[in-house]
């Protein structure tokens, strides 16, 4: 990744409106900044959250709270607990998120 022409800058996560979007069941809540053609997102899953999807877009995902559960399409599975993180290229390996009690994520894509 090549990161330019983005200048200094800081980001109160708390004064951006979430935007909702509902899974298979759950809602993840998203606090969304895009610079160029990166986005950055603070994301909060509620508490029983499925994807509604298999997501084959690339993402660096930080564990910041709670407890994720990641499933590879492939059946691999993976728990993600605070100071966790994953990274996967677009494309590369299809995979869906779960919460049983909820998570916040700091994501990069």
């Not at 069941?25 to 899953?45: I, K, N, P």
């Not at 299809?94 to 916040?104: F, K, L």
């Given at each position: ?81 605070p100071g966790m993180s ?24």
């Amino acid at each position: 990744m090549n990161i330019r022409d983005i200048p200094f800058g800081t980001t109160d996560w708390n004064a951006i409106e979430p935007t909702a979007h509902a899974g298979e069941s759950g809602t993840a809540y998203w606090r969304t900044q895009q610079f160029g053609d990166l986005r950055v997102r603070m994301v909060e899953y509620s508490a029983g959250y499925l994807a509604d999807h298999w997501c084959s877009k690339g993402h660096i995902l930080l564990c910041l709270d709670g407890e994720l559960h990641t499933e590879l399409e492939d059946g691999r599975h993976f728990v993600m607990t605070p100071g966790m993180s994953y990274q996967v290229a677009d494309q590369a390996e299809a995979h869906r998120s779960s919460t049983a009690t909820g998570a916040r994520l700091f994501i990069v894509d």
